[in-house]
């Protein structure tokens, strides 16, 4: 409710149905986990009011910077998703870096010069040949934002592939 944006819920609904439609069309899609860099230190350091602020700022830089058609949400805390819909992994990265650029002036609501709010990202994109489920492309974005994050923050990772042969569970 705070950032006006689908939940958890709501995207997962949303994209597991759009997913099913681009594998039928042989399309490709990209979904974008963003997590915000030092936010605890923004609520430590200004308060939860500011906090609250930043996250609707977040939520306003990506819905600003987002195309009819995307779907951007609030997962749950200081994290947020994007699903760009024929998006491959050129326009994927190309989307990452500009949120990246675009981020920079998160650093109005950082906590402290020495840990600057910022966002890192993982990116996954779909494969049209492959039934991956969802469940299985939200890993794959997550666990390329925890690499961005380790490698330092404030950057993006790109997910490797899903293998086409692994076993298939779930949407």
Known sequence: ELTQL????????????RLRALRRASRKASLLFIDLDHFKRVNDV????????????VAK?????????????????????????DTDEEGAAAKAESLLLEAERLKQFSGDADHPLGVSIGVAVTNPSAAEPL?????????????????????????????????????
Not at 6 to 17: W, Y
Not at 67 to 82: K, T
Not at 137 to 151: I, N, Q
């Open 46 to 57: 200004h308060g939860h009011q500011r906090g609250d602020e930043a996250l609707i700022f």
């Open 6 to 17: 689908f939940n958890r819920r709501a995207f997962v609904e949303e994209v597991g149905l």
């Open 61 to 85: 830089l990506l819905t600003s910077t987002s195309r009819v058609g995307d779907i951007v949400a609030r997962f749950g805390g200081d994290e947020f998703a994007m699903w760009l819909e």
């Open 135 to 171: 469940d299985a492309l939200v890993t794959r974005a997550d666990e390329a934002m925890y690499r961005a994050k380790r490698a330092g923050k404030g950057r993006y990772a790109m997910s490797a592939d899903r293998d086409p042969d692994a076993a298939e569970s779930g949407v």
